[in-house]
C-alpha cells in the first residue's frame, strides 16, 4: 500500500491524513514543531499513522504532500523528494506570507515557486480550492452522484495521474485545470476558489458543504480572469 507522507499537518494536511487512512493508506505526519506535538492527531488516526520529522516523512512516502505556509516551502526537505510526486496545496497570501515579486507580477504561480525549490520532484497543485471542513465532509464513493470534484494542475502527465489516483481514492473527482503555471486558475480570488463548495450559504465557514462535479468545477476555472 501506498504511503502518504503530510509535510505539513495542520486544517488541510490534517483532513487529508484523515481521509487517506479512512481510504487505508498508511500515513506519516510531520509539521515545524516536532512529532511529539503530533500525538494527539496520531492517536485520532490510529494504527496506520505515525508522526516524524519533515526530512523522515518525506523519505517515508511513496506520494507526499506538502501543506505549508509560502513563506516557509525554501524549508521543505530537497532531497528525500527527489523523483517524488508532491501535492502542494498552498495559496499565496501577502499579509501572512511577505510580499514575493514574483507572484505580485503574475510571473510565476506559487507552485512554480515550489517546483523551483524542488526541480527533481514532480508537483501537483491540489486541496488549496476547498475549505477543510468541506473537504472531508463532501468525500463520495466512486460513482456517487453527488461526487465533487477538485482541480488539479501540473507539468508532468504522469504524477497529475498518480494524484487523481490518489483523489478517487478519498472520495473525489479531478478535473486537470493544465500546467503549474495555469494553477492560478483555481487560488484566490478566482471562481473556483472555495464558492463552487458552498452552495447559497453566505458565511463558507458555516456552510455544510455544497458538491460541485466535473463540469462546475470546470466551468469556474475556465471563468477566471486576471
Not at 73 to 84: A, I
Not at 205 to 224: C, E, H, K, L, R
Amino acid at each position: 500500500m501506498t504511503t502518504i507522507a503530510c509535510i505539513g499537518s495542520g486544517l488541510i494536511g490534517g483532513t487529508v491524513a484523515r481521509l487517506a487512512v479512512a481510504a487505508g493508506y498508511d500515513v506519516v505526519v510531520s509539521n515545524s514543531r516536532g512529532p511529539e506535538t503530533l500525538a494527539g492527531l496520531v492517536e485520532e488516526l490510529g494504527p496506520k499513522a505515525r508522526a516524524a520529522t519533515a526530512a523522515e516523512a518525506a523519505a517515508a512516502g511513496d506520494l507526499v504532500l506538502v501543506s505549508v505556509p509560502l513563506r516557509a516551502y525554501r524549508e521543505v526537505p530537497v532531497e528525500p523528494l527527489v523523483g517524488k510526486t508532491v501535492m502542494d496545496t498552498n495559496n499565496y497570501y501577502s499579509e501572512r506570507d511577505g510580499r514575493f515579486a514574483e507572484l505580485e507580477e503574475g510571473s510565476a504561480t506559487s507552485s512554480e515557486l515550489l517546483q523551483r525549490h524542488l526541480p527533481q520532484a514532480r508537483v501537483v497543485k491540489v486541496f488549496n480550492n476547498i475549505y477543510y471542513a468541506h473537504l472531508l465532509g463532501l468525500a463520495r464513493p466512486a460513482g456517487s452522484a453527488d461526487r465533487s470534484a477538485l482541480p488539479i494542475a501540473g507539468d508532468d502527465a504522469s504524477a497529475k495521474a498518480e494524484v487523481t489516483g490518489f483523489l478517487d481514492a478519498i472520495g473525489y473527482d479531478a478535473l486537470d485545470a493544465g500546467t503549474l503555471a495555469d494553477s492560478w486558475r483555481f487560488e484566490p480570488g478566482t471562481p473556483a476558489y472555495g464558492v463552487p463548495y458552498v452552495g447559497d450559504v453566505a458565511d463558507f465557514q458555516n456552510s455544510p458543504g455544497n458538491p460541485a462535479g466535473t463540469a462546475a468545477i470546470d466551468d469556474a476555472v475556465a471563468a477566471a480572469k486576471r
